[in-house]
C-alpha cells in the first residue's frame, strides 16, 4: 500500500501527458466533438507535454494547510465585478440570471435554468492557485450532472481550459496549438474517482503555474493539463441545466 501511494502520482502524471477522446458513447460526462454549439474538428489524441513549474505534490488541501494570503473572490449581490457570458458567445444572452447569492449558507446558487453560460471572473489572472467547493443539488432520476470550473480562457471563451464538474473529474479544454485554437482535448479521467457522490459537497483546487493546470479533488492530485501558449486568462463557473452550489472560493496569487 505504501508503494502504490509512492508510485500513483507518477502514474497520475504519466496519464496526463496524452489526452485521449474516449469512446463514442462511453461516458455521458466526456467532451462532443460539436460541445458549446462549436463545430470542431474529430476528437483526436494530441500530446501534452508537461513542463517545468513548482513542484507538484500528491495531496491538496492547500487553502487548510496554508491558510495565509488567499483572497475571498464571493461576489456581492450585485455581482459587481462579474459577468455573464454566453456558450458560445455570439449567442443572445437570456435577460434573468440563473446566479444568485446565499447570504444565509454563504453559497452561489446556479438555478441552472436560463441558458449554456458561464459566470466569469472580471479579472484577468497569471500565476494563481484557486480552490472552489461545489455540489450538485440531487433529483430523482435526474442523471448527467454537469457543470465546470474554467481557467485561463479568453474574453469571450472561444479559447477555455476546464475542470469537469460532475460524476467524473478531469481537465479538458480548446487551448491554442501553435497560436491557432485546437481540437478539444482532455486528459483521461483518474483510476481512481475522488468525488463525493452527487449532493455532497467536492473541493477543486486548481494551480495555474507557467505553462500547466493542475487538478486536485477532495485532496488528491487527478489531473494536468499542458497550455504553453495560453499564460494568462479568465477563470469562472459554468451554468449547464443543473442546479449547483459554490462556496469558499478563495485565489491565492503565485509568482
Known amino acids: 500500500m505504501q508503494t502504490w501511494h509512492r508510485i500513483r502520482p507518477l502514474i497520475t502524471l504519466l496519464l496526463a501527458s496524452v489526452a485521449v477522446g474516449p469512446a463514442a458513447g462511453s461516458d ?8 458549446d454549439g462549436i ?4 476528437f483526436r489524441t494530441i500530446s501534452l507535454v508537461i513542463m517545468t513549474g513548482l513542484p507538484v505534490t500528491a495531496a491538496g488541501d492547500f487553502l487548510h494547510s496554508d491558510p495565509s494570503g488567499w483572497a475571498d473572490l464571493t461576489p456581492r449581490e450585485t455581482f459587481q465585478g462579474w459577468a455573464r457570458v454566453t456558450i458560445p458567445s455570439d449567442k443572445p444572452l ?15 446558487v446556479c438555478e441552472g435554468n436560463h441558458g449554456h453560460e458561464w459566470l466569469r471572473y472580471d479579472r484577468e489572472l497569471d500565476n494563481f492557485l484557486l480552490h472552489v467547493e461545489w455540489r450538485f443539488e440531487k433529483r430523482e ?31 479538458f479544454g ?5 497560436g491557432k485554437v485546437s481540437a478539444m482535448i482532455q486528459t483521461p479521467p483518474p483510476p481512481v474517482n475522488p468525488l463525493h457522490p452527487i449532493g455532497e459537497w467536492n473541493t477543486y483546487e486548481i494551480r495555474c503555474q507557467g505553462p500547466k493546470i493542475t487538478l486536485w479533488v ?30 469558499n472560493l478563495k485565489l491565492k496569487t503565485l509568482p
Open 174 to 178: 480548446q487551448t491554442l496549438q501553435h
Open 28 to 35: 455521458p460526462q466526456a467532451p462532443k466533438t460539436a460541445r
Open 39 to 42: 463545430s470542431l474538428p474529430s
Open 141 to 171: 432520476g435526474l442523471t448527467g450532472y454537469n457543470s465546470g470550473v474554467f481557467v485561463r480562457n479568453n474574453l469571450d471563451g472561444s479559447v477555455w481550459h476546464q475542470a469537469q464538474v460532475g460524476a467524473r473529474a478531469y481537465i
Open 94 to 108: 437570456d435577460p434573468v440570471s440563473q446566479w444568485k447569492l446565499d447570504k444565509v449558507h454563504g453559497t452561489i
Open 218 to 247: 477532495n485532496g488528491e492530485l487527478t489531473a494536468e493539463f499542458a497550455v504553453p501558449e495560453v499564460p494568462k486568462g479568465y477563470w469562472g463557473l459554468e451554468a449547464e441545466g443543473y442546479r449547483i452550489e459554490f462556496r
